[in-house]
């Protein structure tokens, strides 16, 4: 057993293994809901600005081009309400999960420390904690968890807003209380935004999700906060690994200087991509559209087999129990050849996790699977 993972968990999905072999065996096929890939085409206008950039023989900018750091300020400008971001203060990352898995390591973070997260969370939070040697702390309160006796402790606090698994939102009062929290006893404030696009509820439809940098939340001071963001969900390029994290310009530089010496740098076709992706809405205004259908197929589906939907304001999920363990909704769906995520996965034993991502059609055949029942 290697150094690093011996202190790591085992990667959940392995676990599911049989349920997905259960659910191929049906007559029609398996309808896969629970990874968030996108299955949707890539739009021709990325495409093309990628291999309009292929020529491309020289390393490209760590630090990303300045035309790619100016269109991500541009971005939090139009899309986040955040108007003041400095374009010195936003690095590209290899997908967002690399940043959240080894943010702590790369702020120096070690024994002793804590890392604060959800408590229905993305397992990658609590082992980028642990690569890094620190201690992951799952929460439902990061304030009363600051404000507490071991608060000096805290070195790093995640949010996930909108939430994966749970597509709960983080209004800019409850965003503001963990900042100046944070900052209170030294904290890092890292904020996984990377679902900001995918709102379904009000007040975020109308008025946008709010982001950790917006001036209501930071006073217009962005130090000790960074915001992640992905272009998986939003622009379904999740196989370009095209993602980024912004906020305030010092941590970015230290960032930076280790990314430098470590070699990990966006590639130059991709960072071309990004930044016409970011000056682009149509595109994402229409994936939007396609997984409000979805949603609007699938739900009254679940809900009609005997499921609950929890929070699921926003994202790419719905967050569904039917007061039992999860494994045995799993089993049950796995029956009618529909896969889904457990909610163990993500520390919460009695949801499961149903993802928008499959094609209209598979989201069709779950649907009317469901109704049979």
Not at 43 to 57: G, H, T, Y
Not at 125 to 138: E, F, N, Q, S
Not at 228 to 253: C, H, I, M, W
Not at 321 to 326: L, N
Request: aromatic share 6%; glycine share 10%.
């Amino acid at each position: 057993m290697g150094l690093f993972t011996a202190a790591l968990p085992d990667f959940p999905w392995d676990t599911l293994t049989p349920y997905a072999e259960q659910a191929r065996r049906h007559p029609d096929g398996i309808a896969d809901l629970s990874v968030g890939t996108p299955v949707d085409p890539t739009p021709e206008l990325l495409r093309r600005a990628l291999a309009q950039a292929a020529d491309s023989p020289g390393y490209p900018q760590t630090w990303g081009t300045p035309q790619l750091r100016a269109a991500v300020a541009d971005w939090f400008a139009r899309r986040r309400n955040v108007p003041d971001l400095d374009p010195a203060g936003v690095l590209p990352t290899v997908g967002s999960k690399e940043m959240v898995a080894l943010l702590p390591a790369l702020l120096g973070l070690g024994a002793g420390d804590l890392v604060l997260h959800p408590a229905a969370a993305y397992p990658t939070y609590d082992v980028g904690a642990r690569l890094a040697g620190a201690t992951p702390v799952p929460v439902d309160d990061p304030v009363a968890a600051l404000t507490g006796p071991q608060g000096a402790r805290v070195k790093l606090v995640w949010l996930n807003s909108p939430g994966n698994p749970d597509g709960s939102v983080l209004g800019v009062d409850r965003l503001r209380a963990v900042v100046e929290a944070a900052r209170a006893v030294g904290a890092v404030v890292a904020s996984d935004e990377c679902y900001a696009e995918l709102p379904w509820a009000e007040p975020w439809v109308t008025d946008g999700v709010p982001s950790v940098l917006d001036p209501r939340v930071t006073g217009g001071d962005h130090r000790g906060l960074l915001a992640l963001y992905s272009l998986s969900k939003q622009s379904n390029l999740a196989g370009y690994r095209a993602a980024f994290t912004a906020g305030d310009p010092e941590l970015v530089a230290g960032l930076l200087a280790t990314r430098k010496h470590a070699g990990m740098i966006v590639p130059g076709p991709v960072q071309a991509a990004m930044t016409v992706a970011l000056g682009d809405d149509a595109h994402v205004e229409e994936q939007r559209e396609r997984y409000r259908a979805r949603r609007q197929v699938l739900l009254p589906a679940l809900e009609g087999a005997g499921l609950r939907l929890d929070g699921s304001e926003a994202g790419l999920y719905l967050w569904v129990t039917a007061d039992q363990d999860c494994w045995a909704t799993v089993a049950r769906l796995a029956e009618l050849g529909i896969l889904v995520a457990p909610g163990t996965f993500y520390g919460a034993p009695r949801h499961v996790r149903v993802a928008l991502t499959g094609t209209d059609e598979r989201i069709a055949a779950a649907a009317a699977r469901l109704r049979s029942v």
